[in-house]
């Protein structure tokens, strides 16, 4: 099964529906839109009832409006900040050529309403000079939107490995729960949460180019693996200035980590001189890249032997405690 397979199939879970015609693919995080309709006034709200979706047999009541754009407030849970103009005045070409086929998804706050999905569509909507858009009213709590968010950005393309691992990051936060919970209520692979939000533990420097697509989540993925920010540092920059793609880099990063472990004393020295089997280096650098830190693998005779997971102080104790019990630690 595909991750996009899973992906759809944990928010058709949360949304008790199935994903068509929600184009989640095109949304993004809504924010209050401040582009001005040319010789426009506010409208009063106008909100008429097309048709009920098919959900709605089902007894999930599910409305199309035609709401006023200017009653429509942005989704607090989404983590996208830029949008590019190229993209929008693109679209709002197309909806004035063929009107605004896709409704957007949306849920009633008070007296207004909160964008679930489509902000891109409503930026469009609204270059393109429409004051009222269609959309698809769903009931909907704080938690559920949140999660319908992060699924969403999970499945675009255009948004850096950052911003997904931020969306989880917060998600964890508000809702207190762990990282196992959250990839069960998404129906997705716990792995997927902790190899996005291992990215946060990265420097700065690491984390600035990865956002501006400078390195790739592989690049940045190896270089967790070093465990020292300074080395990371150096290599993110030789990465960059060398041109080396993600094998190339795991490999250099390998030899690194091989060269810092290599023992120093006559005991050691002697062991080091028994090779290790491509099995047993396999595994060891699998490890590295799932926990972020220095692994090693002692294999002994009849089958026994040690892993040594190696920390660089609380903080990342801390980080390594959390991603093997799935508990907070700390």
């Known amino acids: 099964m595909s991750k996009d397979k899973r992906l759809g199939k944990g928010l058709a879970a949360l949304l008790g529906s199935t994903l068509d015609g929600y184009d989640l693919d095109d949304g993004g995080p809504a924010r ?180 501006q697509e400078k390195i790739s989540m592989g690049h940045a993925r190896a270089l967790l693996s070093l465990g020292d920010e300074p080395l990371q540092i150096e290599f993110c920059r030789r990465i960059i200035a060398e041109g080396w793609n993600v094998r190339q880099t795991e490999q250099r990063v390998a030899d690194r980590v091989a060269q810092e472990d290599r023992p120093q004393s006559q005991s050691a020295a002697m062991a080091r001189r028994r090779p290790k089997s491509e099995h047993i280096a396999a595994l060891e650098q699998k490890l590295r890249g799932l926990l972020g830190t220095k692994v090693e693998i002692r294999a002994g005779a009849r089958g026994k032997g040690r892993i040594t997971i190696h920390f660089a102080g609380h903080d990342e104790f801390c980080r390594l405690m959390e991603q093997l019990t799935g508990e907070q630690f700390g």
Do not use: W
């Open 32 to 211: 209050a839109v401040p582009v001005d309709v040319p010789g426009s006034t506010r409208p009063p709200l106008r909100v008429h009832r097309e048709d009920e979706s098919p959900e709605a047999e089902s007894g999930h009541h599910e409305e199309i409006l035609h709401l006023s754009v200017y009653e429509i407030d942005d989704n607090p849970f989404q983590p996208r900040r830029d949008f590019r103009d190229d993209e929008i005045n693109s679209l709002a070409e197309s909806i004035k050529t063929h009107q605004m086929l896709q409704p957007i998804l949306v849920r009633r706050v008070g007296s207004r309403y909160q964008l679930i999905s489509g902000e891109r569509r409503l930026r469009a909507a609204i270059r393109a000079g429409l004051k009222t858009v269609p959309a698809r009213l769903r009931e909907a709590d704080d938690r559920l939107v949140a999660e319908l968010a992060i699924v969403e950005n999970l499945q675009r393309k255009d948004l850096n490995p950052i911003e997904k691992a931020l969306s989880f990051k917060r998600y964890l936060e508000q809702h207190q729960c762990t990282q196992e919970d959250l990839a069960q209520r998404l129906k997705i692979d716990r792995s997927t949460i902790a190899n996005f939000i291992r990215l946060l533990d990265l420097p700065e420097e690491v984390i600035e180019c990865l956002q």
